[in-house]
């Protein structure tokens, strides 16, 4: 992830090669992702003819709501299309629930999540939420389940048909699991009694 001094982003997915066809690459400015504001303007220096930046801001905020969602949407849109991962999957009455990737960003983490529909019927989604769970479920005394709402929702489907799938990503704020703590991702059936339940450590 990249932010240039005038707030435009990117972002690419490095990976290790041992040689190289292309050392240099140029990037156009239609590959930007968004754009974001800085808190304050740059200061600069002059130096006689040149003018130079004095301190590069280390933290950039976006200012509105309007461009928060867009900058969401426009990195979720990115990342839907690139990334392949799977870290963990559940299957239940022929549903697949995939949990594909976690990406952290600044202060969000976006949780790409994938639906496919095997069965017979028509899943109308009731919710999908995010719980961090910390115990163990049969001893409910020790059994603590707190949601993690999302601040934005891309993708997300009211309804899988029979044979088909759908990807989505959850942006949430960003958290940490403790030593004990895992993470789980609850689907659930509207009108329906289907539900599914993804632990990730």
Do not use: C, W
Not at 106 to 119: F, G, H, P, W
């Amino acid at each position: 992830m990249v932010v240039t001094s005038n707030g435009s982003i990117y972002s690419y997915a490095l990976a290790y090669r041992k040689a190289l066809d292309t050392v240099n690459y140029f990037v156009n400015t239609d590959e930007s992702i968004g754009m974001e504001k800085p808190l304050r303007p740059f200061p600069f220096v002059n130096i006689g003819t040149k003018t130079i930046e004095k301190k590069v801001l280390s933290k950039i905020t976006i200012d509105t709501l309007k461009n928060r969602e867009e900058y969401f949407s426009r990195f979720s849109s990115y990342h839907m299309k690139r990334n392949q991962n799977s870290l963990k999957r559940k299957r239940k009455n022929g549903l697949v629930l995939r949990l594909k990737d976690f990406i952290y960003d600044r202060t969000e983490v976006y949780a790409l999540i994938e639906i496919k529909n095997k069965s017979g019927i028509d899943f109308e989604l009731d919710y999908l939420k995010l719980f961090k769970v910390n115990g163990n479920k049969r001893r409910k005394s020790s059994f603590q389940k707190k949601e993690i709402r999302p601040i934005y929702k891309h993708n997300l489907p009211e309804i899988i048909r029979v044979g088909g799938s759908q990807s989505f990503i959850l942006t949430v704020p960003k958290f940490t699991l403790g030593d004990k703590e895992k993470l789980l991702l609850e689907l659930k059936e509207y009108h329906g009694n289907r539900l599914l339940q993804l632990v990730h450590d």
